[in-house]
């Protein structure tokens, strides 16, 4: 009998960490697109850098931070009282750090291809940088903004070296469907590992038929609304 | 009767041209009500003048005044930001928003969005009431150009500025949407300056003129006066054949 505990915690975690990427990447990105600072070049590596290392050493150094016998992870367990290694939560701060590249590029993608002559018409219109922003330039990078969730969402779904780290796999609170199927193949369990397996390759497609559909959609004139 | 207000514009910018490094050095007054044209050829500056009293391109050093209000003093390191001067600006190629209809184009630039009234007028004058609800992208490039121009005006500006907004037109269509520029800086008792390189366009639309060559002005009055005595050089382009010597 499958255990839908799994699914159900992959969900939630790639669902929260699409929604809170969403909200911290329209402004770094728009920073990143558009700002003129002599750290851009640096930052810009940074953001990206989960792209490129290997989930266990993101896993490995998060699992160290958030440590409370280190200063940063007792710092929030005295103060804060907020516990991150080995919890959902701390699962959900990984997962932002780790899918961030997926949401923030794509997006500074979608500004830097829009003509810097709307932000200007929009300032001459007498519009500030905010309204500008909510009512020209993020309407008009719609399927940035799309595909940049829909593949940190993804991203987060297909995570596994990174959560078991800084998780740990415990049941129901941190043991998502790619710890499981892991389980599943240590216990010689296959049939099992074979479902979760199969609803994960279906759901990611899905997922991918979705961002080329999205993008379809908005990059032909016909479709346009 | 009292002389309408004068607006005066002082500026210098080094600019890195295709032909090297130009130096623009710019100083000119107009009043108000009047159509100023900037006229010259490709690289004189034209565009950065009027970037510059747009507050879109910094000035190296320069003084900006108009009808009493200072829009610039590097001296005094006063910038008023782009947004806060009183403008309206047509862009080359009319920078219009593709997400929002002809309408809402309009709607977005009203400094208090209940007052709806001069959309209305301006869809009318424009004659753009069938058009109002398609977004730009299923718009010819005149219908675009009447639109940027009524978007310009629709916030009620002191200057208008005009970059030249006809130069990806044909003869027949510029002709025709010059009588809209005309229409609209009469209706509206607009200041208004035009940059172009369109010689006919100066003759037919402008109270006065200004010739930009290299950065500087070399010439300043009415536009019969200035042309009818002066022998320019120009380059003629293929694609550019008004710009001939008159």
Redesign the interface.
Known sequence: MIDWQPLWLSLRLAGTTALLLLVIAVPLAYWLAYGRGRWMIAVEAIVSLPMVLPPTVLGFYLLLAFSPSNAFGRFLDHYLDIRLVFTFPGLVVGSLIYSLPFMVNPIVSGFRGL?L??R?????????DRTTLI??LL??IRSSLITGAVLAFAHTLGEFGMVVMIGGGIPGQTRVASIAIYDEVQSINYSLANRYAIILLGLSFFILLLVYFVNHHFTN?KT?P | MPHPPTSAFRATKMLHTARGPQRLDIDFQWQQGRLLAIYGPSGAGKTTLLRIL???TPADTGLIEVEGETWLDTVRRIHL?????S???V?Q?F??????TVRQQLE??L?NPKEKAIVAELLSLMELNELQHL?P?LLSGGQQQRVALA??I??GPRLL?LDEPLSALDDDMRNKLQDYILMAHHHYHLTTLLVTHHLPEVIRLADEAILLENGKITAHGEPADLFAGRTMTITISPGNPSAKNP
Do not use: Q, W, Y
């Not at chain 1, 200007?120 to 500030?128: D, Q, V």
């Not at chain 2, 920078?95 to 929002?100: E, I, T």
């Open positions: 003509s002559h709307l200007e018409a929009s300032r001459t219109l007498g519009k500030s009512h020209i309407p008009n004139p346009l | 747009a507050g879109l930001p782009t947004r806060h001067r403008i309206g600006f862009f190629d920078a219009l928003f593709p997400n929002l977005f630039a400094p977004r992208g978007r310009a629709a916030r500025l």
